[in-house]
């Protein structure tokens, strides 16, 4: 308890409820035998890739370092700007690098997704560092930690008064890559996946080659890729609530409900994109 006699203080980290896990789990195996009504083993497979690339997108957001407006006047660590358009910039580039390669398999798009949303976060990561140091003559130092993790610098000593920390610390910006992977991993399966069943369904429905329909499966999955991307990538920023200065930061302890709630999102979602074919068929 409180001293003013509410509950007791948990830093920020909420577990997840159990009534929130059950309702959760209901919603993904509801949604997983739905799959599997609507298209079979096909459908069921699909939607499980769907679930996996959601949880890796809200998972990779809590590693970006995202520093907001307090960052553009340099009062906190992290890049300018807000947690969802961060991580949807970062995933998409790697979602676009993905679909590309997808004609090269499975494991060759995947990687390319990965590395796509990576190679997009280190650019950026640089550039925010090569700004902050020689456009606004400030260091990079943590406001969450004494030392870097990983090069054990110090960061007390060059912290402003007054402010989070500023910059961007080298564990930031590991962190940044790691997260826009991720991002870019989970948006590529998701688009992988359901390019497959569209791939495989829609020549079926619509009495059609499969290079005629070619064009509207690599939209329609493309369309609804970027849309669970976005979804994930909100859910996240809703458990961050404002900023975060990547995996050393306490708010990354909060990925549980993320994961979590990313799972379910992406299961209604992803059963929705999956039994527009039937809609497409009715039709």
């Not at 300018?80 to 060759?108: D, E, N, S, Y």
């Not at 859910?235 to 302890?253: C, M, Q, R, S, V």
């Amino acid at each position: 308890m409180s001293a003013l006699g509410g509950p007791k203080q948990t830093g920020g980290i909420q577990p997840p409820t159990a009534m929130g896990l059950v309702l959760g789990i209901v919603l993904i195996v509801a949604a997983l035998a739905l799959a599997y009504f609507l298209v079979q083993m096909a459908g069921l497979i699909a939607l499980v890739g769907i679930i996996i690339g959601g949880v890796l997108i809200a998972f990779g957001v809590h590693f970006v370092p995202v520093g907001g407006a307090p960052a553009a006047m340099g009062q906190a660590p992290g890049i300018a700007t807000g947690v969802a358009m961060l991580a949807a910039g970062a995933g998409l580039a790697g979602l676009f690098g993905g679909a590309w390669a997808a004609p090269l398999g499975l494991g060759v798009a995947l990687a390319g997704g990965a590395i796509g949303g990576g190679l997009l976060m280190a650019i950026t990561c640089t550039m925010v560092n090569v700004i902050y140091v020689f456009g606004m003559g400030i260091p990079a130092a943590s406001g969450k930690v004494d030392k870097d993790p990983i090069t054990g610098d110090s960061f007390p000593e060059y912290k402003s008064q007054g402010t989070e920390g500023h910059g961007l610390p080298f564990i930031s910006w590991i962190g940044g890559v790691i997260g826009g992977a991720l991002g870019g991993l989970g948006g590529t399966l998701i688009y992988l996946q359901l390019l497959d069943v569209y791939q495989a369904q829609l020549p079926v429905i619509l009495n059609a080659t499969v290079e005629q329909i070619a064009p509207v499966a690599i939209s329609l999955a493309g369309i609804f890729a970027v849309g669970m991307f976005l979804v994930n990538a909100v859910l996240a920023a809703y458990n961050i609530t404002g900023t975060i200065e990547g995996p050393h930061d306490p708010k990354f302890k909060r990925f549980p409900r993320a994961i979590i709630a990313a799972a379910v999102a992406s299961a209604v979602t992803g059963i929705f994109a999956i039994g527009l074919l039937q809609l497409v068929g009715v039709f």
